[in-house]
Structure formats: C-alpha cells, structure tokens
C-alpha cells in the first residue's frame, strides 16, 4: 500500500508562506496526478490543487489561485506547495493524494500536516 506522508506545517502569521512536501512510497508515483487537499476543523476535506503525471499542468482551486503554486519532483517522489499570502482561511489540516476529488481518493490518506495562519 502506499504511503503518503505531509510535512512543512505550522504557524504563521496572515501575509506569510510556507511550502509543504508531500512523499509518496509508489514506484509509478510519476505516473500520477497528484493533489493537494485540506480540512478546516467542522468543514469538509476539499480540494486545493493538483499537478498532472508530468508536471506540465496544474488547476486550483478558487480561494488559492494567485497564492498558491502546485510542483513535483518525480525523481524524489515528492509533490510541494508553495503558499504564499496566507490568509486565517487557509488554516487547515492539509493532505496530499492521487486526483482531485477528495471523496474518492486511491491511496489512504497520511496524517495530514497542520497549518495554522494568525491574524
């Protein structure tokens, strides 16, 4: 089974950035699209951003287009995202996985990585 695990989490004020990494155990990780996902605490898990196998195309979600860049690094197995002009709306516990439909994700989702953004 594979194994997605989230880090690059934590605190930061509104107007900050973090970047978020996101490893995968799959051999044929490159054959995947890959997206980004966060729940906010009484909220439904929804859908941030996705990558496509090669890295040549990216969607976002609405709430982050302009804030948020989606990338891969095939060679490590590992997608990121960059998020820069964090707003309180973005505190989330954020998750990584295959697609971009949270409710029908192909592999377990991790243990997410928290992020928390202060006003």
């Known amino acids: 089974q594979v194994q997605l695990v989230e880090s690059g989490g934590g605190l930061v004020q509104a107007g900050g950035s973090l970047r978020l990494s996101c490893a995968a155990s799959?051999?044929?990780?490159?054959?995947?699209?890959m997206g980004w996902f966060r729940q906010a605490p009484g909220k439904e898990r929804e859908f941030v951003a996705a990558i496509n196998y090669s890295g040549g195309s990216t969607n976002y979600a609405d709430s982050v287009k302009g804030r948020f860049t989606i990338s891969r690094d095939n060679a490590k197995n590992t997608v990121y995202l960059q998020m820069n002009s964090l707003k309180p709306e973005d505190t989330a516990v954020y998750y990584c996985?295959?697609?971009?439909?949270?409710?029908?994700?192909?592999?377990?989702w991790g243990q997410g990585t928290q992020v928390t953004v202060s006003s």
């Open positions: 799959a051999l044929t990780f490159f054959t995947y699209t």
């Open positions: 996985n295959e697609g971009v439909r949270p409710t029908t994700p192909l592999f377990n």
